[in-house]
């Protein structure tokens, strides 16, 4: 079936330095992609999507490019800073509206 | 505007007990979801309504129930708890079932432990 595999965690990363979290996906047609965070605490919520193939999704710093040749979608920042301290899930949705989620990347940014 | 609100925030429940989480959303959105979080595994679905009066099983329905009398409400119920359905759920709506580039809304979340 339809599915994601994203990077396991967890990733702990100091001020200002790279990231980047993979994510694969598995899927019998061409789905949409998402990235969602969780913030301590907090439920889910969107952070960037890609419909199509080639399309580049960002948002708050944070780059993730739909590539249908190596089926990922990785999730890329520049420079991270320690309120970007969270749980990632990729996520992808195929002919419905039903998610498929993976399993989460905890990120944790040191000042 | 409130979006989505689930209650409780956790409960602790014996096992054989009966539970009802509640979900309420208040963008008069077509679709809703619930979702179980479980370390190491994501969210898994576990029933959806596409629109009032219609429900369909999810990942993993077993165990639980639902309903959808009318746009804003989508209760989840948990006939007889067991210690497996141990986790975070987590209610979610979209604006327009069926569209896949549709994004999902979550609430807070409910930890529910059974013991």
């Known amino acids: 079936g339809d599915s994601v595999t994203q990077m396991e965690g967890p990733v702990t990363l100091s001020e200002e330095a790279f990231l980047t979290i993979n994510c694969t996906y598995t899927a019998t047609g061409y789905p949409s992609l998402f990235w969602y965070v969780q913030y301590p605490g907090e439920g889910l919520q969107l952070l960037l999507k890609a419909t199509k193939a080639d399309d580049k999704g960002s948002n708050k710093g944070f780059e993730a490019t739909y590539r249908k040749e190596t089926t990922s979608f990785h999730l890329e920042k520049g420079s991270v800073q320690v309120s970007d301290s969270a749980v990632y899930f990729c996520a992808l949705v195929l002919n419905d509206y039903k998610l498929s989620f993976g399993a989460g990347t905890t990120v944790t940014v040191r000042a | 505007t409130a979006g989505i609100t689930q209650a409780p925030t956790s409960q602790i429940l014996a096992a054989g007990r009966s539970m009802t989480l509640r979900c309420t959303q208040d963008?008069?959105?077509?679709?809703m979801y619930w979702y179980r979080q479980d370390l190491g595994l994501g969210l898994r679905l576990i029933h959806y309504?596409?629109?009032?009066?219609?429900?369909g099983k999810g990942e993993v329905p077993d165990g639980y129930s639902v309903s959808r009398a009318n746009t804003d409400d989508f209760p989840l119920t948990l006939a007889s708890a067991v210690p497996s359905q141990t986790s975070v759920y987590f209610c979610?709506?979209?604006?327009?079932?069926?569209?896949?580039?549709?994004?999902?809304?979550f609430g807070p979340g409910t930890r529910l432990t059974v013991l």
């Open positions: 979610a709506s979209s604006d327009a079932a069926g569209i896949s580039t549709d994004t999902q809304y």
């Open positions: 963008m008069r959105h077509n679709a």
């Open positions: 309504s596409n629109t009032a009066g219609t429900t």
